[in-house]
């Protein structure tokens, strides 16, 4: 259960066990990766600072959730069953946050909200088919009024702009793969194919313009 500012916090959907790393989207596993390392560093940032910043307090829980970025994206995307072009989309949400607020770090504390917010955004914006803000909560284990502020916070935070354009979308795709092979993971990448054919690029943001 992910630490909430509020005092009533449902517990996560409980369903079977969590899909296999086989049937899980090969991009959940990078983004996850790209994450864990800008958490990292940014933790490192502010004990150097002393302080995270203000813009992304509204994201911030009590304490650091137990479970790990990766399992958290798979949760997401096996009971959401949201496209993988979501996470993408969403990853590109919390880079233009970065860039915008770059006072304001992406920590422990608000990441999973972060990514919870940004995939449910960005599943609204993409998917034809997509599950009310109710359920992305109690997937996400925070409360639903929660969210739906995160969710304002967030937008205004972007000044609205929540669309990516079909050419910005290819730039993640390409970074992120690049991230993965960088940091040694070259033969299970080259096994799986590129991340952009996995997202099917094309048929996902072609209607899609900044």
């Known amino acids: 259960m992910l630490a909430s500012t509020g005092d009533d916090e449902p517990d996560l959907v409980v369903g079977q066990d969590l899909p296999t790393e ?4 090969r991009v959940l596993t990078i983004i996850s990766h790209v994450m864990e390392k800008l958490v990292a560093r940014n933790e490192w940032l502010a004990k150097q600072t002393k302080g995270f910043g203000k813009s992304l307090e509204a994201f911030h829980g009590v304490r650091a959730p137990s479970i790990s970025i990766a399992k958290y994206l798979e949760r997401i995307y096996k009971y959401t069953k949201c496209s993988p072009s ?25 990441v999973h909200r972060l990514l919870v917010t940004c995939v449910m955004i960005a599943s609204k914006m993409l998917d034809d088919v997509h599950y009310n803000n109710e359920f992305y909560a109690r997937v996400g284990g925070v409360s639903n009024a929660d969210l739906n502020k995160m969710e304002l916070e967030l937008l205004f935070l972007l000044d609205f702009r929540v669309t990516v354009s079909f050419r910005a979308f290819e730039s993640y795709c390409f970074h992120l ?3 993965m092979l960088l940091n040694g993971d070259a033969s299970s990448l080259q096994d799986n194919g590129p991340v952009q054919e996995t997202l099917s690029v094309a048929s996902s943001l072609s209607s899609l313009y900044v």
């Open 86 to 110: 979501c996470f993408v989309v969403g990853y590109a949400y919390i880079d233009r946050l970065a860039h915008k607020h770059p006072g304001s770090l992406v920590v422990s504390l608000n």
């Open 177 to 179: 793969e690049k991230e």
């Open 22 to 25: 086989a049937a899980t989207p």
